[in-house]
Nanobody
Framework: QVQLVESGGGLVQAGGSLRLSCAAS????????IGWFRQAPGKEREGVSC????????NYADSVKGRFTIARDNAKNTVYLQMNSLKPEDTAVYYC????????????????WGDGMDYWGKGTLVTVSS
């Protein structure tokens, strides 16, 4: 059974840090474009960060550049999102998604990230208090 399972969300004060994890099962992430989205209450889904299928490119939304870092551990079939200097506006449900194999939606920045995702996780809630 193919699954993406997110973990690591929670409540944190502004300026704090969290690390989200997304564990894949039923397929290997090695050749998939994979990354994160978020959706805040009453707002549209937003692409946060992604890693290209080759692993050679990492991209970030302008709103998180310099604060968030995405990384993939193929041996653990897991992708991570390290979130530092968190702000109240980062409060959202964070979703992991994958496209592939050899998905191209993360090859050109964030412009096409979100098009044609094959797998989605169910999300993990991040709440940042002021």
């Amino acid at each position: 059974q193919v699954q993406l399972v997110e973990s690591g969300g929670g409540l944190v004060q502004a300026g704090g840090s969290l690390r989200l994890s997304c564990a894949a099962s039923g397929f290997t992430l090695d050749y998939y474009a994979i990354g994160w989205f978020r959706q805040a209450p009453g707002k549209e889904r937003e692409g946060v960060s992604c890693i290209s299928s080759s692993g050679g490119s990492t991209n970030y939304a302008d709103s998180v550049k310099g604060r968030f870092t995405i990384a993939r551990d193929n041996a653990k079939n897991t992708v991570y999102l390290q979130m530092n200097s968190l702000k109240p506006e980062d409060t959202a449900v964070y979703y992991c998604a994958a496209e592939g194999p050899y998905g191209s939606s993360c090859d050109d920045g964030m412009h096409y990230w979100g098009d044609g995702m094959d797998y989605w996780g169910k999300g993990t809630l991040v709440t940042v208090s002021s």
